[in-house]
T-cell receptor, first 111, second 111 residues
């Protein structure tokens, strides 16, 4: 089983749609969770951290379900500029934090 | 506000040649990392450095060496390049419990 698993997509949605991505992780001891965004041929950039109580940043909402070991990202009112690959990231251990990256979910927002 | 700077951005090597990828960060972060990203494989950790003077192997260290020259700089060396090392290499740094900040990447082709 992969340490972090994501549906590779692509998710094709029209502008204005709401889209959700899920990610599952295998290490129940993981403490830190993030969503990164990566544009084609660019470096990954931190989109948001994921907190136990869930958190929101504008049109983006992240949720954590520790019992089921999954993380979700909800994007409301999709924009063309949201087209990118979204990487789910989990820390590998409780000590020094090496982050493990999922292979990403590709989102394509069309006019 | 440079963040993480990687050089070079592109490189073509012949099999057996050596080269060093340079990385420097100006954010006073303790932790630095080298990842490679291949299609369908996601980001895989090559080496990391928890602090100045320490380095440790990651998931795919074979064929690479690293040097943490000082707090700012963390270099990755390929002693004898192989076609399997064709990839995009990202350097990253991190402070505390926050996510990584990545450099813009080095696209390496080994022929």
């Amino acid at each position: 089983r992969k340490e972090v698993e994501q549906d590779p997509g692509p998710f094709n949605v029209p502008e204005g749609a709401t889209v959700a991505f899920n990610c599952t992780y295998s290490n129940s001891a993981s403490q830190s969770f993030f969503w990164y965004r990566q544009d084609c041929r660019k470096e990954p950039k931190l989109l948001m951290s994921v907190y136990s109580s869930g958190n929101e940043d504008g049109r983006f909402t992240a949720q954590l379900n520790r019992a089921s070991q999954y993380i979700s990202l909800l994007i409301r009112d999709s924009k063309l500029s949201d087209s990118a690959t979204y990487l789910c990231v989990v820390n590998k251990d409780t000590g020094f934090q090496k982050l493990v990256f999922g292979t990403g979910t590709r989102l394509l927002v069309s006019p | 506000n440079a963040g993480v700077t990687q050089t070079p951005k592109f490189q073509v090597l012949k099999t057996g040649q050596s080269m060093t990828l340079q990385c420097a960060q100006d954010m006073n972060h303790n932790s630095m990392y080298w990842y490679r990203q291949d299609p369908g494989m996601g980001l895989r950790l090559i080496y990391y450095s928890a602090s100045e003077g320490t380095t440790d192997k990651g998931e795919v260290p074979n064929g690479y060496n690293v040097s943490r020259l000082n707090k700012r700089e963390f270099s990755l060396r390929l002693e004898s390049a192989a076609p399997s090392q064709t990839s995009v290499y990202f350097c990253a740094s991190k402070a505390g419990n926050y996510g990584y900040t990545f450099g813009s990447g080095t696209r390496l082709t080994v022929v």
